[in-house]
């Protein structure tokens, strides 16, 4: 039986699942390999989770791939990881469009060779007006960036008398962060052992459910990934209400209703 038959009300599930692929060095470094060999070794779980993924019709999946702060590795590893991102990039995009998945790259592109950015528009261009899953790439990314690149543009808007300071809200710049146009992430799940989040999704992960595995990224299996559905659906989301108000929510009555 398939996990995805666990899982068999639709409702209960996280709508945008977020993943930090954490313990590819270390699986390697376990092995007596170079760390870029779990890299690659790992991109055979991004394949599973995007299948996984596809499979419960998320909306959106969204993977931690590069950091702002992996510059500080070893250069032979960034470069080798830059390499791996445009194989990939050139070996998966088709598949993705065949099955109807909208690849996204958020980040800091300019960070980027020439080479490897043409290759992230033309992927994003081909995915563009797919319907399925959203699987976005976080690569050159960073949450303070993406805040701060947030508040650059609602100050050139004021600067520009698009908008009137009292009008920077909380919901103008959420319009302007990274994955603006989807809905917030429901699920973080954390490989390799880790409790913490590292810069990711500062402002998305406000009402997350954290998961954290001690499973290694490239060991991270349709099975992993089930696991944590399996606990995001036994937890109750209140979102600043008490357990009472929500279930009082979910049963229609109100919160203010205690009949």
């Given amino acids: 039986m398939p996990a995805t038959a666990a899982f068999d009300d639709p409702t209960q599930l996280p709508r ?5 692929m ?12 170079f ?29 931690f791939a590069f950091s702002s702060e992996n510059w500080r590795r ?12 445009i194989a990939v ?8 469009h065949r099955n109807n998945i909208r690849l996204r790259v958020i980040g800091e592109h300019r960070g980027f060779s020439e080479h490897l950015q043409r290759k992230i ?18 690569a050159n990314y960073g949450g303070r960036w993406d805040i701060t690149q947030a508040c650059r543009r609602a100050a050139e808007q004021v600067a ?5 300071p009292a009008d920077i809200t909380e919901h103008h710049l959420g319009s302007l962060m990274s994955m603006a146009d989807l809905t917030e992430v429901d699920l973080l799940i954390r490989t390799g052992g880790e409790q913490r989040i590292s810069n990711f999704l500062l402002w998305q992960l406000a009402y997350a459910e954290l998961h954290f595995t001690p499973v290694l990224w490239p060991d991270f299996d349709e ?3 089930s696991e944590a559905i399996a606990a995001f659906v036994g937890r109750e989301r209140r979102f600043g209400c008490t357990g009472e108000q929500i279930r009082a929510l979910a049963e229609g009555r109100g919160i203010g209703n205690r009949d």
């Fill in 74 to 85: 070893p250069e032979d590893e960034v470069s080798a990881l830059m390499s791996l991102f």
């Fill in 16 to 20: 945008h699942v977020a993943i930090i």
């Fill in 121 to 138: 528009a033309d992927a994003e261009a081909l995915t563009a007006a797919n319907t399925g899953l959203t699987l976005n790439i976080a």
């Fill in 35 to 63: 760390r870029v060999s779990g890299h690659k070794a790992g991109v055979k779980s991004v394949r599973a989770a995007v299948s996984f993924a596809h499979q419960l019709k998320l909306d959106a999946l969204t993977l």
């Fill in 22 to 33: 954490d313990g590819n060095g270390r699986w390697a470094e376990q092995r007596g390999k």
């Fill in 223 to 225: 099975a992993a990934f």
């Fill in 89 to 96: 990039l050139g070996s998966e995009v088709r598949k993705l």
């Fill in 160 to 164: 520009a008398g698009e908008l009137n």
